[in-house]
């Protein structure tokens, strides 16, 4: 059975996240949607929130679950024994960044390998920081993100 982990910091969770998650769950039989504790991002929402809002979003994916996660991407994979890590990739400013935190990974754990989706056209520019800057100055996201995320966005910068 080939699992594969999707990691990352969802801060929030973008629809551009979805795309490469919901593809990466046609390839592999099972998916775990890693999700970063990242305490020196100083992430807008709390882990607990951004597990939820995974969670939430990927609920129609059956073979997706969501973990949170605060450990070497690497040491995470082995713990759930996923043997593939799945990356979006929006422009080569991601795959210059991509291509040495792989090599890094490499170096730790070669029996993790490393595969990029390329996001189609719609979500290239898309970033969890633009969305959290349009919702900042009270912009719509509703095409950008999951409802739960539009909402809680909305709540967010409303205070």
Known sequence: MKKALVPGTFDPITNGHLDVIGRASQMFDEIV???AASAKK??????DERVAFAREATASLGNVTVQPFDDLLVHFAADINAN????G???IT???Y?????????????????MFIMSPPQYMYLSSSIV??????HGSVED?????VEKALKARFAE
């Open 98 to 114: 991509e291509f040495q935190m792989t090599a890094a990974n490499y170096r730790l754990n070669s029996d993790v390998e490393t």
């Open 89 to 91: 990739l929006r422009a």
């Open 94 to 96: 991601d795959f210059e």
């Open 132 to 137: 959290r800057e349009i919702s900042s100055f």
């Open 84 to 87: 593939v890590v799945v990356k």
């Open 144 to 148: 950008l993100v999951p409802a739960c």
């Open 33 to 35: 949607v890693g999700v």
């Open 42 to 47: 100083k992430p807008l929402f709390s882990l």
